[in-house]
């Protein structure tokens, strides 16, 4: 993946690297992001002697550090000197993440332009191990999500760079799927989609499982669309994909889906059970967004 420009805007992002926030409400990704699921397969590696060090393991796992980032105590200033630095985005995973960000939010801008619609940005918020959020406390274990209450996409960067290293979930454009996938949650937000589904949810519990996985496989509509885009944006802020980019998009999106997921735990496959959907489905809907770069056609809730 290559950026049209190499200039990093640090202004949407909020650096927790050193504690912060505050809030409650119901957050979408983490309990729904493209990475939260493999949470489950570590869980259960580590009590059953897979990773060899049980809750010691899994704690030096949330715990990493901050692996391919900035020190804590940088300032905003700091952070964009450094992001801007030659190089940046090739040697450090939060420069080029806040730069995936930025890309998100030009060419969603334009989208909604296009359509006669108001897009509003999302802030980009970096945390260590644990932060307080809109929708509650929460920690790396839930893998990055996208809280709507206030409209934060959360990265723990030194899970990311775990998961890469324990479960080779890895490539420049499968971090830049998973921004994209939790910004589609935004997107829910701001199309009034995310409101309607949780008021469904609470009509109907039974079908909560059925909505949370239409929920997902649009946030994964939604980033195909994104890939697009971006890729044809002709203001000199998109990107340029190769083939390589798509399968690394696909392969992150196959490797989360809930079949594998219960496969790799050890247990039999059960959609009833399923929240996000399965592999294939998971890649399929990517691969539509991705043909298609049209967000009318990720209308997962009418397929």
């Not at 901050?66 to 995973?93: F, H, I, M, W």
């Amino acid at each position: 993946m290559e950026f049209d420009n190499d200039r990093v805007d640090v202004g949407g992002v909020d650096d927790r690297r050193g504690g912060g926030g505050a809030g409650r409400g119901v957050a979408l990704g983490g309990g729904g992001g493209v990475v939260a699921l493999i949470i489950t397969v570590i869980v259960v590696l580590l009590n059953n002697g897979g990773g060899g060090g049980g809750s010691d393991a899994l704690n030096q796992i949330i715990q990493g550090g901050q692996v391919t980032g900035g020190e804590p105590s940088e300032t905003t200033s700091q952070l964009s000197a450094r992001c801007n630095s030659e190089g940046a985005l090739d040697k450090y995973t939060d420069c080029r993440l806040i730069k995936v960000y930025d890309v998100v939010n030009t060419t969603w801008s334009d989208e909604f332009d296009r359509r006669g619609m108001t897009y509003r940005a999302p802030h980009l918020a970096f945390f260590n191990g644990a932060t307080s959020t809109g929708c509650g406390q929460a920690s790396a274990q839930v893998g990055p999500f996208y809280c709507p209450a206030d409209e934060r996409i959360y990265l723990d960067l030194g899970f990311l760079t775990e998961l890469e290293q324990q479960f080779g979930i890895k490539g420049q454009f499968a971090e830049a799927y998973i921004v994209a996938h939790e910004a589609g949650h935004h997107l829910q937000k701001l199309q009034g989609i995310e409101p309607q589904v949780r008021a469904q949810q609470e009509r109907n519990p039974k079908q909560a499982n059925a909505l949370s996985v239409r929920m997902e496989l649009q946030a994964d509509c939604y980033a195909g669309v994104w890939s697009k885009l971006a890729d044809d944006e002709t203001n000199g802020n998109g990107i340029a994909l190769t083939s390589a980019d798509v399968d690394e998009a696909l392969r992150a999106a196959a490797a989360v889906g809930d079949d594998r997921i219960q496969k790799a735990a050890g247990r039999s496959v059960d959609p009833e059970s399923w929240t996000h959907g399965s592999a294939a489905q998971r890649a399929a809907w990517f691969k539509r967004g991705l043909a298609s770069g049209d967000i009318d056609r990720c209308d997962t809730f009418a397929a």
